[in-house]
């Protein structure tokens, strides 16, 4: 099967039908969940005229006239029966209903009191501090569209708007495992000296729970075919995406690819992107679950995660999310040496409203090299056959 571009790679993904389940959870439960409805105002906030600070209610007919008798009270929360005449004023508070007849509200700080009438030391203007009919938002008006991750100020408005429980997307369960003879999990002792400490499984678990998933650890599995097959179906019945790493490329022992294509009799969406890190990926569907077979390098694995496991996360929860993508401007030369797409770990600044990037600093060699993701990171996207110089202004995509 021949390698597909990354954009062909994206678009595929794209189309995927996948169905996206909601529940309801209660308001103070929802932080971080993806809103699945269009929260939608049903009265103006405010309902009627409102005090907008503490101060005194008065009908402003005459800019001339300095001093008002105080007929009442109208503490916040109450309703006073009593009507603003020209020649009167009502106490009023921060949020309470301005008083019927009145149109303006003198601040407690413009006003000298004495003898139960105020006089005016400083003058205002019609309309002063009073919160018109549907200043915070009008009927009918959508206040957060559907795919709004939910941040403590959505919390807020739907809370002023009475909502107890709220429609979210659910989010996957994802199973995660490493494939390999060679890896060790942590505290497990090494016997000889090809045996490397794994780190996949634990960076693409961080990953799971950052993007507000749960995960399934599924652990490391030797390179043995019925142990690898073994895990992947236990993977399937328990979660709706099971992420693999290792096993995909070329070698006697990659026995991922075939489980896939041929044991799980699974539809491979595509095998093999033309990118760096991480080319030998396959993405595979069964039914309404997913398999992404990535990459056994550090680096290559948590790219590959980024760019493809990702989307289809996404996908679960309504489509709405996106990593971000910036404009960030290369403070050096780069040239791609390759048919890839290449995404390339950058130390990322941002100043003077501009973001920079710049891959000085970062080692070269393989694609094992997960320390390059250090620090203020984000990946620098260079197209098939294309290069960069210094001062060009570079597709980059935001990590942190």
Request: some cysteine; glycine content about 6%; proline content about 3%.
């Amino acid at each position: 099967m021949a390698h597909i571009s990354y954009k062909e790679a994206i678009d595929r993904i794209n189309s995927l039908n996948i169905i996206a389940n909601t529940k309801k959870v209660f308001l103070a439960d929802s932080l971080n969940h993806i809103l699945a409805c269009n929260i939608k105002a049903f009265v103006n906030s405010p309902a009627y005229p409102t005090a907008a600070m503490d101060g005194y209610a008065i009908k402003l007919q005459d800019n001339n006239q300095k001093v008002f008798n105080i007929a009442d009270i109208a503490p916040a929360g109450s309703v006073t029966q009593v009507e603003v005449e020209q020649t009167t004023c009502i106490k009023a508070f921060t949020g309470s209903l301005m008083p019927k007849g009145s149109d303006t509200l003198i601040p407690i700080e413009f006003v000298e009191v004495k003898n139960n009438q105020i006089h005016i030391k400083q003058e205002v203007d019609i309309g002063y501090a009073v919160m018109k009919v549907g200043e915070n938002y009008k009927k009918d008006e959508i206040l957060i569209p559907k795919g709004t991750k939910i941040d403590f100020a959505q919390i807020g408005v739907m809370a002023s708007l009475n909502i107890v429980y709220v429609e979210v997307f659910t989010s996957p369960k994802v199973s995660i495992c490493s494939t390999g003879s060679e890896i060790l999990d942590l505290g497990e002792s090494a016997v000889n000296h090809s045996q490397i400490r794994s780190s996949n499984h634990l960076t693409l678990e961080a990953l799971t729970h950052k993007y507000g998933c749960e995960s399934i650890m599924l652990g490391l599995i030797k390179d043995d075919k019925e142990s690898i097959l073994e895990a992947i179906k236990n993977g399937l019945n328990q979660s709706d995406i099971v992420v693999t790493t290792g096993g995909v490329s070329v070698g006697d022992y990659d026995f991922v690819k075939d489980i896939v294509k041929k044991e799980l009799d699974a539809e491979v969406i595509f095998q093999g992107v033309r990118i760096k890190p991480g080319q030998h990926i396959i993405v595979a569907q069964k039914g309404n679950k997913f398999i992404c077979a990535l990459p056994g390098f550090a680096y290559s694995s948590t790219v590959c995660f980024l760019l493809f496991c990702l989307p289809i996360i996404f996908a679960f929860r309504g489509g709405s999310q996106k990593l971000p993508i910036v404009k960030a401007k290369a403070m050096n030369d780069y040239i791609n040496q390759t048919i890839k797409t290449l995404f390339i770990a950058s130390d990322l600044d941002y100043k003077d409203n501009i973001y920079t990037i710049s891959n000085s600093s970062k080692r070269s060699g393989t694609s094992a090299i997960l320390t390059n993701l250090l620090g203020d990171v984000a990946l620098a996207i260079v197209d098939e056959e294309s290069s960069y110089k210094k001062g060009d202004f570079i597709d980059t995509i935001l990590l942190r």
